[in-house]
């Protein structure tokens, strides 16, 4: 490109080359240490990572599997040390154990009681501190006093909000309905202005089983109090084995337990012996993330994606204010609005609030209180009339009044099923939404909305991408899942491409996407995944010198179809061995730490 087209995208750096192999590349001129694996030591009593004597008491001291998101909550003026807070989503057993293979995932015939306790251990959350030495390289304080691990096995947390203590939320083992042990699926998140990190629960209905089968061996749920509810979240999903052993997933013994599941979790990173809280005022629902950022007078908002196909794009304003004093802040996110997004043909948003009462959201509709409305924030969406995305991934505003919503993918939209905002059918690729709150205020009930991209490959013209021309054949991208703003405000976008990695050819990756002027739409590639892997994170430190991303399950997405792997991978015969490159180490997803050679910002 000529100097004069170079200096339109503000993104400085030089672009990487797209391709697939079995390690992780970095644009040139950067360095990416890994810097915390599946299984390292984060406590000062955990023991070193035994991979062929997994415990369910070691995992519980160690960095859990599949990294997603990646918060920093600095400890220091100079931003040098802090606490990384990082999210487990789930974990992949056929990579994680020796000798189990792929399970059949209705027998789970290798599940020993003891791998069910470790995959527990190894999902949830990590609070680790890290800090710069003095050759200004990231090290992990391994006896860092803020460290934890918080797990589904056996971390208590509370709920709050509208729905806690509801008649659907009493379980056998707490008749108050306001407690719960363990978080499920924490995918993308965020952290608030008084630095506590949120945490989404995902896909939680995955983690429920029933012994009641219908003839096809699939779950049979008619006649359940919870019968609509549970139809409307695809509880009991059966993905993993744990109500084998576990009766509170188990529904025949406890059909309110997933009501506790599908929330925010708002977790003190600085205080290891905090009780998590699930806050129920920000809907129940599949959660990818939970960015967020302060109105103009004030208050918090939190933009949350429902990731599903045609499910919803939501977001939570504050009845008060944001304080200086992090211990006035406790209600923000138990008194607000939720609202969910129907994004209109005319290019116009209009953002619908669940508010018990208003419009249909009664009792004659089966809304007997808010705590129902949060509970099946679905179906009181449903009822809105919001409008059905291809799959509400991460959703990051700018504070500006600008956000961005990425869509991922929608391969079961039909021709005659499209809309102005989710305009391809059999969507492989996905899009990303630019929104403008009216008044620049992200409290605003309404807005205007664009397509910033559609992405998938230019060149192909049934797939009707839309790229500013600018981006070259290493920069368009597809299955947008993770964003984040750097400290200038810039975009970036990781992806997720899931079984659709044969129909890019291209890893998974971070990239720069132009937002502002000529260069609107134009996207460099800045980092790339080994095979298999996804692209979380990412996270930006204030002072920008620092970019964190997440390398989720390393040598599986995808590697049937990639040339040169072709076959899936197991703990004996995966695909890549990245980070270790130990011949007696599987994969491990790990989190990667870049900064520029030299020191400075990054990409400027
Ligand atoms: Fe866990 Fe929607 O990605
Ligand atoms: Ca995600
Ligand atoms: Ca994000
Ligand atoms: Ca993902």
Redesign the pocket.
């Known amino acids: 490109p000529s100097k004069a087209r170079a200096a339109e995208s503000r993104y400085v750096f030089d672009e990487l080359a797209w391709g697939n192999d079995e390690t992780h590349h970095v644009a040139p001129g950067y360095d990416a240490q890994i810097l915390l694996r599946w299984g390292d030591p984060i406590t000062a009593d955990a023991p070193e990572f035994d991979v062929m004597n997994q415990t369910a008491a070691a995992q519980s001291k160690q960095f859990g599997y599949n990294n997603?998101y990646v918060g920093f909550v600095p400890l220091n003026d100079d931003g040098s040390r802090g606490l990384l807070c990082v999210n487990h989503?789930y974990t992949n057993e056929e990579v994680m154990f020796p000798g189990l293979g792929r399970q059949d995932k209705v027998n789970f015939k290798g599940m020993t009681p003891e791998l069910i306790d470790i995959e527990m251990a190894a999902h949830g959350g990590s609070v680790v501190e890290i800090a710069r030495d003095a050759a200004g390289k990231w090290q992990v304080v391994r006896d860092g006093k803020m460290n934890r691990r918080i797990t589904p096995l056996d971390t208590a947390m509370t709920l709050s909000g509208p729905a806690a203590g509801h008649a659907r939320l009493q379980t056998n083992d707490d008749p108050s309905g306001t407690k719960v042990i363990g978080t499920l699926?924490n995918?993308?998140g965020g952290l608030t202005p008084w630095g506590t990190w949120l945490m989404a629960e995902?896909?939680f209905h995955g983690y429920f089983w029933t012994d009641k089968l219908d003839a096809d061996g699939k779950p049979d749920i008619t006649g359940a109090a919870e019968e609509k509810s549970w139809d409307r979240y695809g509880v009991p999903g059966m993905w993993y084995a744990w109500g084998q052993k576990h009766d509170r997933f188990n529904v025949d013994a406890e059909p309110n337990m997933p009501n506790k599941f599908g929330w925010v979790v708002e977790v003190d990173p600085m205080d290891p012996s905090s009780t998590p809280v699930k806050r129920t005022a920000l809907g129940r629902f599949?959660h990818?993330g939970a960015e967020t950022t302060v109105s103009k007078d004030g208050k918090l908002v939190v933009y949350m994606g429902d990731?599903n196909r045609f499910d919803y794009q939501y977001k939570y304003v504050s009845a008060g204010t944001v304080s200086d004093d992090p211990a006035a802040n406790g209600t923000l996110l138990d008194d607000g609005t939720l609202y969910v997004a129907r994004f209109e043909e005319d290019g116009t948003i209009n953002w619908l609030p669940l508010v018990h009462g208003t419009g249909p959201l009664t009792a004659e509709n089966g809304f007997s209180d808010q705590g129902d409305v949060m509970i099946d924030t679905r179906l009181a969406a449903d009822l809105l009339g919001a409008t059905p995305m291809d799959?509400p991934?991460d959703a990051q505003p700018r504070g500006d009044g600008t956000a961005y919503i990425l869509l991922?993918n929608n391969t079961k939209r039909k021709q005659g099923d499209t809309n102005a905002a989710n305009p391809r059918p059999e969507s492989s690729f996905g899009h990303i939404i630019e929104i403008k709150e009216a008044n620049a205020d992200h409290a605003a009930t309404s807005g205007t909305w664009s397509i910033l991209v559609q992405c998938g490959d230019p060149k192909v013209a049934e797939v009707g991408a839309q790229w500013n021309p600018e981006t070259s054949e290493n920069g368009w991208f597809g299955s947008p899942?993770n964003a984040a703003m750097d400290a200038d405000g810039r975009l970036w976008i990781s992806t997720?491409q899931g079984s659709s990695w044969g129909k890019t050819g291209k890893s998974d990756g971070l990239y720069a996407l132009e937002t502002e002027g000529e260069a609107r739409g134009t996207s460099k590639l800045f980092f790339r995944c080994p095979v298999g892997g996804e692209m979380c994170g990412p996270y930006f430190t204030e002072n920008g010198e620092t970019l964190f991303v997440a390398v989720q399950h390393p040598g599986t997405d995808g590697t049937k179809d990639i040339p040169g792997f072709e076959r899936e991978s197991t703990f004996e015969d995966p695909a890549t061995r990245w980070p270790d490159f130990d011949p007696k180490m599987p994969p491990r997803p790990a989190v990667v730490v870049i900064t520029k050679q030299g020191g400075g910002k990054i990409a400027v």
């Open positions: 997603d989503e699926n995918c993308a995902e896909n599949r990818e990731d799959r991934e991922t899942d997720d």
